[in-house]
């Protein structure tokens, strides 16, 4: 079962990745129209993301996340059916619906079905299966928009047929580790989390804002070609980074099996205050190549993060409460995407080296924050 998550996981981030790429295209809009429409879908996962949480605690999780597979299936056909903007923004408004059920019904599943002693590996490959999926998608919808050039509709089509796949998957293979009637028992017992969950957010959120910012690093490097030559040892560089990065999602994640899921996140985000330090300064003219024996152990240690931070949240939520506690990973992903989204467009007009400045200026108080919660709480 915790296959198939994986699986439905990178399926569907690979459907929502290439959504991003097909619609600026598919729409003959002006360019703010378009990020208004596609700024609905952040907006209402992370509104839905709550109920939907409480929802889970209560109903079936494997029939919700079917659901949630179906909608989003039908919505995505159906966008290929229009380009009228106000029927388009409505179906983008409910994918964002849609994406709420299948991640927090995911990540409650994903809870359920692990321990204390392995949460931290399986959370890794949780993690590894989403960035991977929206990276795979970004690729994909740029095949679907050359394969498709004069008819995007098709395009949606084949997306939709994705995600229908993936909920055939979920009906045949997925299993419900904790029935809804447990979770209905009078002896169940109901944790209180709000105390506990609120050191990791500053650092949390402060990741997810830092990710939602390099969503503009391409047209940065783009516009800074001239000073930033693409060379053989700048693409060993970047592809080194991708394959630590992913490496480390699952090796860090074991390791707070076995040491701590905080110890591991504040690591995590000293060794991306330094990759964001360093790479900035050394990234004019592609410098940053001298240090790469110092910048890929950061970057390792940076996919530290967001592994440890999930199984710390489904260590302290509880079956009883794992849905509402899991609705929280939808809510920062997509404040903080959008707050990225933004800052990283004004900053990306000062230059590439802004953006990991600013980054670092984000993420350090954070970690400050974060480390003075938890030593209080100890």
Do not use: C
């Amino acid at each position: 079962m915790v296959l198939y998550l994986y699986v439905a996981v990178f399926l569907t981030r690979i459907g929502f990745g290439s959504i991003t790429i097909l619609f600026p295209l598919y729409l003959q809009a002006p360019s703010y129209v378009i990020g208004v429409i596609l700024a609905l879908y952040p907006m209402s996962e992370a509104g839905s993301a709550l109920p939907i949480g409480r929802l889970a605690d209560r109903f079936s999780r494997k029939k919700l996340h079917i659901i949630g597979m179906i909608l989003i299936t039908i919505l995505t056909a159906a966008i290929g059916f229009t380009r009228n903007l106000l029927n388009v923004s409505v179906l983008h408004a409910m994918m964002g619906v849609s994406a709420a059920i299948t991640a927090v019904t995911s990540l409650t599943l994903l809870g359920d079905a692990t321990k204390l002693t392995n949460r931290g590996k399986q959370m890794g490959g949780f993690d590894l299966a989403n960035l991977g999926g929206y990276g795979l998608g970004f690729g994909v919808g740029g095949l679907l928009v050359n394969s498709f050039a004069d008819r995007l509709s098709y395009a949606f089509w084949v997306t939709a047929g994705l995600f229908l796949f993936a909920g055939i998957l979920a009906a045949k293979f997925l299993v419900e580790p904790v029935r809804v009637w447990e979770l209905k028992q009078p002896k169940m017992r109901q944790r209180r989390i709000g105390g506990k969950i609120r050191p990791v957010i500053p650092v949390w959120i402060a990741q997810t804002v830092i990710l939602g910012m390099y969503f503009l690093l391409p047209k940065a490097f783009r516009d800074s070609s001239s000073s930033i030559p693409v060379t053989r040892d700048t693409l060993i560089f970047l592809g080194v980074l991708g394959g630590l990065f992913a490496l480390g999602a699952i090796v860090f994640g074991h390791i707070s099996d076995k040491i701590g899921r905080t110890r591991i996140m504040v690591v995590g985000a000293l060794g991306e205050l330094g990759f964001l330090l360093l790479f900035g300064w050394s990234v004019p003219g592609g410098g940053f190549v001298k240090y790469e024996l110092v910048l890929w152990p950061m970057f390792f240690l940076a996919s530290a993060i967001a592994p440890a931070i999930l199984a710390y949240v489904g260590d302290i939520s509880g079956k009883a409460k794992r849905g509402s506690a899991n609705a929280l990973y939808s809510i920062v992903l997509s404040i903080g995407l959008a707050i990225g989204n933004i800052i990283g467009g004004f900053v990306a007009a000062l230059g590439i080296q802004m953006i990991f400045y600013v980054g670092a200026g984000i993420l350090f108080p954070s970690i400050l924050a974060t480390s003075t919660l938890l030593r209080r709480r100890q």
